[in-house]
T-cell receptor
Framework: AQRVTQPEKLLSVFKGAPVELKCNYS??????LFWYVQYSRQRLQLLLR??SRESIKGFTADLNKGETSFHLKKPFAQEEDSAMYYC?????????????FGQGTELSVKP | EAQVTQNPRYLITVTGKKLTVTCSQN?????MSWYRQDPGLGLRQIYY???????DKGDVPEGYKVSRKEKRNFPLILESPSPNQTSLYFC???????????????FGPGTRLTVL
């Protein structure tokens, strides 16, 4: 079954602490993984995409096919990082097609 | 301004009364999708469309219909709404012509639907 699991509903850290938001997936073919973010009162927006191997706002994520994970990391959390984060998956060559989201993790960065 | 718009933004209705939530994008995007967002369940895709007259089921299509007669519009139809369809609905669009290619989904502001 195709599935994305984000085991933590809420992650609370202090400013300057490292952050890791976990994402595990189950997919029978070649997956493409994404992280989306929703700041308070804003629309959901793409943060990063595994195939681009990019770093956005200090966040990085590496696809680990052996562990079927795509954890989102940032070495030093900032208060403005507080938001809802969603991991999402689709087939590698299925752009525009079915997209599966995880349940979301709320990140709270305290001063 | 490039955007995805949804109407209405808020709707309270009663069981069985047909309703349509409109979605429109002005970016000439080929791909459009509908999602529902529920606490503890995250976003779940209802339907998606890869171009005009091409639609397919997502994870939770039961109780919903869509149509894609024009590229810019992708309405979501609830023929006979039920209380379990009370949710926050998002429309999104994207394009294969995005450069550099990031498969960015552009989301609408959301429609909060309550079915009594």
């Amino acid at each position: 079954a195709q599935r994305v699991t984000q085991p933590e509903k809420l992650l609370s850290v202090f400013k300057g602490a490292p952050v890791e938001l976990k994402c595990n997936y189950s997919y029978s073919g070649s997956p493409e993984l994404f992280w989306y973010v929703q700041y308070s009162r804003q629309r959901l927006q793409l943060l990063l995409r595994h195939i681009s191997r990019e770093s956005i706002k200090g966040f990085t994520a590496d696809l680990n096919k052996g562990e079927t994970s795509f954890h989102l990391k940032k070495p030093f959390a900032q208060e403005e990082d507080s938001a809802m984060y969603y991991c999402a998956l689709r087939g590698l060559y299925n752009q525009g097609g079915k997209l599966i989201f995880g349940q979301g993790t709320e990140l709270s960065v305290k001063p | 301004e490039a955007q995805v718009t949804q109407n209405p933004r808020y709707l309270i209705t009663v069981t069985g009364k047909k309703l349509t939530v409109t979605c429109s994008q002005n970016m000439n995007h080929e791909y459009m999708s509908w999602y529902r967002q529920d606490p503890g369940l995250g976003l779940r895709q209802i339907y998606y469309s890869m171009n005009v007259e091409v639609t397919d089921k997502g994870d939770v299509p039961e109780g919903y219909k869509v149509s894609r007669k024009e590229k810019r519009n992708f309405p979501l139809i609830l023929e006979s709404p039920s209380p379990n369809q009370t949710s926050l609905y998002f429309c999104a669009s994207s394009s294969p012509r995005e450069r550099p290619p990031r498969d960015t989904q552009y989301f609408g502001p959301g429609t909060r639907l309550t079915v009594l």
